[in-house]
């Protein structure tokens, strides 16, 4: 089974994403990425926080889990310094052919308009929360 794992970034009602566009299809991804042999969800949480996002990420707490598709996957929320968008990944090199990344910053009012995937996540986020 593969592991992956991703960030939830929460900043002024906004929610931290990657913007993709791929064979002329516009939709957004929550940053992260698969578990490294040896890695621990955290540190993968960690270093896919810097390669995407060009940022460190810190307080990260556990949001969700779960599996699909033989993959189990973990979301993490937490905080961060640095500079957003500086990320330099393998996802940047546009000779791979996956179209383009674009980190980003999308209003959670209008998250339930997007393509957002996980689709799990999105569900997570417009779920209403505790004293609403």
């Known amino acids: ?14 929610l931290a994403v990657i913007k993709r566009n791929r064979d002329e299809e516009v939709y957004y991804v929550i940053p992260g990425g698969g578990m490294g042999m040896g890695e621990t969800e955290i540190e993968t949480a960690i270093r896919e926080a810097e390669e995407e996002l060009g940022i460190i990420v810190s307080g990260l707490k556990h949001a969700l889990s779960f599996k699909h598709n033989h993959t189990h996957s973990y979301y993490f929320v937490g905080e961060y310094s640095g500079l957003f ?22 209003s959670l009012d209008e998250l339930s308009g997007i393509n957002l995937y996980p689709q799990e ?12």
Do not use: N, T
């Open 1 to 14: 089974m593969r592991h992956r794992v991703g960030i939830i970034l929460i900043e002024d009602d906004h």
């Open 85 to 106: 968008g500086s990320g330099k990944g393998e996802e940047y090199d546009a000779g791979r052919g996956r179209g383009s990344y674009f980190p980003c910053w999308v």
């Open 121 to 132: 996540v999105k569900q997570y986020l417009l779920q209403p929360k505790a004293g609403e």
